[in-house]
């Protein structure tokens, strides 16, 4: 019985959600540069806001890869270049508002819905000098992650399960080939 219940909370502790997809937007080279645009979608918003409103710190990791596509389908891919971007997110309690720092610049957002499509929704990912990796077997794809702070030793062993319920890890998703991506002013 012990070992069954220490089974169910090692799983409950490595469950994280998936969200369900990434769209790709407008994505183009500009001048040498690829730019590339996404967005999450069906990621429940309300229960990250809710938990951030109650005192959570969270972390978004968003990763831009541009691979070389092996020519047999079990092969790994070679990663050419790759982009990670973090953004760190907590309450304010004082100010009403939520702090969103990226490499160590605070930006205030006071409502729900600007957090959310600052966090979620058309997300610009610049790749400098991206033109040269114009080739028909690279492709791109992206990867975002939202993680919840963690806490010390021993909290983090018993509330661990609790806190981490609102992570989640989109996977690699794959976009278009950087041959077919138009070049843009």
Known sequence: MKKLIITIVLLLNSITVLAQDITF????????NLNV?????????????????RGL???????VQIVEKSLLPLMPK??????TVKKKVKFD???KSYIVTQAKVPTFFYSDESLIDELF?????V???????????????VRVT???????FPLNIIFNYVVGIWDFDTGWQYGPKLVGIPYSE
């Open 25 to 32: 937007g407008n994505v183009n080279f500009n001048s040498n």
């Open 127 to 141: 790749i400098q000098e991206g033109f040269k990796y114009r080739k028909s077997n690279y492709v791109i794809r």
């Open 37 to 53: 645009l996404f967005s999450v979608t069906d990621v429940k918003t309300n229960d990250i806001v809710e938990a951030l409103k």
């Open 57 to 63: 710190e969270g972390q978004v990791e968003y990763t």
């Open 78 to 83: 070679t990663i050419i270049r790759s982009m």
């Open 93 to 95: 309690f004082f100010n």
């Open 121 to 125: 929704f058309d997300r610009l990912i």
């Open 146 to 152: 939202f993680t919840s702070v963690k806490l010390y």
